[in-house]
C-alpha cells in the first residue's frame, strides 16, 4: 500500500473488515462498499482477498488475526495509509461442535484462540490507534451460543461468551474516548455454499 494521509474532515470513513473473506465478513464489506466509504478487507487467504478485492474494489491485507504483532502491523499501516480508522469489525471465528468429553486440548487452545485471542488482539490495536484519531467504533462477532445453552457448544459457547464480555469491559473502558464497543451475536446463519 502507498502511504499518504487523508484529511478526516473531507475524506470517506475508513472501515476494516478482519475476517472479511468469510460469509458474514464478506457481506460486510458489500454492504459498507454500497455506503460509499473506503474498505479494508483483512483475512488469511490471498486467493479469496483478491477475488473480493476485484468485485468490491475494496483494499485489502493478508492477516492472520490469531497473531498479535500481525495485527498491530495490519492496523499501523491502514492509519499509515489513510491517515485513521473509522470502524473496525471482526469477524474472524470458528465452529467446533462437540461435547467437552470429546474435545481435545488442541481443539480446544484452537477455539479460543480462532475466536477470542484474534477479537482481543483486533480491540487492543483499534483502540490503540482510535484514541488517537478521535474515536471510532468496533464491532465484534459473538454468538447466540454464548447466551443461550446449546448442546456439543461448550468450547465455542465459553469462546464466544468472553467476547461478550470483552466487548462490554471494553465499551465501559473507551466510552470517554468516543470509541464505542459493540457486539452482535448471529445464530444460524445462511452462507453461500463456498463458505
Same mark, same amino acid.
Given at each position: 500500500?502507498?502511504?499518504?494521509?487523508?484529511?478526516?474532515?473531507?475524506?470517506?470513513?475508513?472501515?476494516?473488515?478482519?475476517?472479511?473473506?468469510?460469509?458474514?465478513?464478506?457481506?460486510?464489506?458489500?454492504?459498507?462498499?454500497?455506503?460509499?466509504?473506503?474498505?479494508?478487507?483483512?483475512?488469511?487467504?490471498?486467493?479469496?482477498?483478491?477475488?473480493?478485492?476485484?468485485?468490491?474494489?475494496?483494499?485489502?491485507?493478508?492477516?492472520?488475526?490469531?497473531?498479535?504483532?500481525?495485527?498491530?502491523?495490519?492496523?499501523?499501516?491502514?492509519?499509515?495509509?489513510?491517515?485513521?480508522?473509522?470502524?473496525?469489525?471482526?469477524?474472524?471465528?470458528?465452529?467446533?461442535?462437540?461435547?467437552?468429553?470429546?474435545?481435545?486440548?488442541?481443539?480446544?487452545?484452537?477455539?479460543?484462540?480462532?475466536?477470542?485471542?484474534?477479537?482481543?488482539?483486533?480491540?487492543?490495536? /483499534?483502540? %490503540? $490507534?482510535?484514541?488517537?484519531?478521535?474515536?471510532?467504533? @468496533?464491532?465484534?462477532?459473538?454468538? *447466540?451460543?454464548?447466551? &443461550?445453552?446449546?448442546?456439543?457448544?461448550?468450547?465455542?459457547?465459553?469462546?464466544?461468551?468472553?467476547?461478550?464480555?470483552? /466487548?462490554? %469491559? $471494553?465499551?465501559?473502558?473507551?466510552?470517554?474516548?468516543? @470509541?464505542?464497543?459493540?457486539?452482535? *451475536?448471529?445464530?444460524? &446463519?445462511?452462507?453461500?455454499?463456498?463458505?
Amino acid at each position: 500500500m502507498s502511504s499518504f494521509v487523508a484529511d478526516k474532515d473531507s475524506s470517506p470513513p475508513v472501515y476494516v473488515v478482519v475476517g472479511g473473506t468469510g460469509g458474514i465478513g464478506s457481506e460486510v464489506c458489500r454492504r459498507l462498499c454500497d455506503k460509499k466509504t473506503r474498505v479494508v478487507a483483512a483475512s488469511r487467504d490471498q486467493e479469496k482477498l483478491s477475488n473480493l478485492a476485484t468485485v468490491l474494489g475494496v483494499d485489502h491485507l493478508v492477516l492472520d488475526a490469531t497473531i498479535s504483532e500481525q495485527v498491530k502491523q495490519c492496523v499501523d499501516q491502514i492509519v499509515e495509509r489513510y491517515g485513521r480508522i473509522d470502524g473496525v469489525v471482526n469477524c474472524v471465528g470458528s465452529l467446533l461442535l462437540k461435547p467437552a468429553h470429546l474435545t481435545s486440548d488442541k481443539e480446544w487452545d484452537a477455539t479460543i484462540t480462532n475466536n477470542l485471542h484474534s477479537a482481543f488482539y483486533v480491540l487492543r490495536s /483499534a483502540v %490503540s $490507534a482510535m484514541m488517537k484519531t478521535g474515536g471510532g467504533s @468496533i464491532v465484534l462477532i459473538s454468538s *447466540a451460543a454464548a447466551r &443461550v445453552g446449546m448442546a456439543n457448544h461448550e468450547a465455542i459457547g465459553a469462546a464466544k461468551a468472553g467476547i461478550i464480555g470483552l /466487548a462490554l %469491559s $471494553a465499551a465501559a473502558t473507551y466510552a470517554s474516548k468516543n @470509541i464505542r464497543v459493540n457486539i452482535i *451475536a448471529p445464530g444460524l &446463519v445462511d452462507l453461500p455454499p463456498s463458505n
